[in-house]
Nanobody, 117 residues
Framework: QVQLVESGGGLVQAGGSLRLSCAAS????????MAWYRQAPGKQRELVAAITNGGSTNYADSVKGRCTISRDNTKNTVYLRMNSLKPEDTAVYYCNAEGQYSHTQYWGEGTLVTISS
């Protein structure tokens, strides 16, 4: 059974930083592209950042320069470091795993990030 468990969300003042973590189990971590998505109230879920097993990354324009995605294949964990947080970063952040070849997707339950102005 695949599980993705996010942690690290919370309430932060604008300009602050957070590091989200997602611990994966039940899958071959190295064979999955790992990503963070977010969904703000009343909006569609959107990609924040993604990272391949080889370390290639992709970021949404809205977070470029402020966020860093990384992965530790020895710990089956993906991270999202967010700096210079803005109120518009407020959302539920979801961890996503997509099979490199199967494209099967798995989702975590999400962690709430709230940025106060």
């Amino acid at each position: 059974q695949v599980q993705l468990v996010e942690s690290g969300g919370g309430l932060v003042q604008a300009g602050g930083s957070l590091r989200l973590s997602c611990a994966a189990s039940g899958l071959i971590f190295s064979r999955n592209v790992m990503a963070w998505y977010r969904q703000a109230p009343g909006k569609q879920r959107e990609l924040v950042a993604a990272i391949t097993n080889g370390g290639s990354t992709n970021y949404a324009d809205s977070v470029k320069g402020r966020c860093t995605i990384s992965r530790d294949n020895t710990k089956n964990t993906v991270y999202l470091r967010m700096n210079s947080l803005k109120p518009e970063d407020t959302a539920v952040y979801y961890c996503n795993a997509e099979g490199q070849y199967s494209h099967t997707q798995y989702w975590g339950e999400g962690t709430l990030v709230t940025i106060s102005s």
